[in-house]
């Protein structure tokens, strides 16, 4: 890479085990490590660490406290990437997410709190730090 070009910078929400982890697992397997930051988001500090633990602590993947049901943290992110990874983000992989047996009124305010507008507001905090040919991807299981 010369010293012209920019590392690629990837978010992961909810990487720090399922669907999300093995998202990461990948790009850190595919990646090479001085052209590409993998932020591994995880609302756990320490289970985020123990994810980055299982994956052997991979150079390019650091482990990023966030919480996307919460504006505050979605906040410290932003300042955090501004502050340790240039303030540019290429992709973001929206796929923190929770379910809920329970069919009540608070169930459902906390999963559209998490599923839908933590994903709004995370897209829209972190829009302007997206490059010109920046991807947002929305994640979906069950």
């Known amino acids: 890479m010369s010293s012209t070009e920019q590392k690629r910078t990837i978010l992961v929400t909810g990487a720090n085990r399922g669907i999300g982890f093995l998202i990461v697992k990948k790009l850190a397997k595919e990646s090479l490590p001085n052209s590409t930051i993998i932020l591994l988001g995880s609302r756990d500090l320490k289970r985020g660490e123990d994810a980055l633990i299982q994956l052997g602590s991979p150079s390019n993947v650091h482990v990023l406290q966030l919480d996307t049901s919460s504006r ?11 502050q340790k990874y240039g303030g540019q983000l290429d992709v973001v992989i929206n796929n923190a997410a929770i379910i809920r047996k329970d069919l009540s009124a608070d169930a459902a305010r906390e999963i559209f709190g998490t599923n839908y507008y933590g ?9 302007p730090l997206m490059q010109e040919n920046g991807r947002i991807i929305n994640v979906s299981s069950r």
Do not use: M, Q
Request: aromatic share 10%; glycine share 0%; proline share 0%.
């Open 72 to 82: 505050e943290s979605i906040i410290r992110a932003k300042d955090e990437i501004n």
């Open 119 to 127: 994903v709004k507001i995370l897209n829209e905090y972190l829009f």
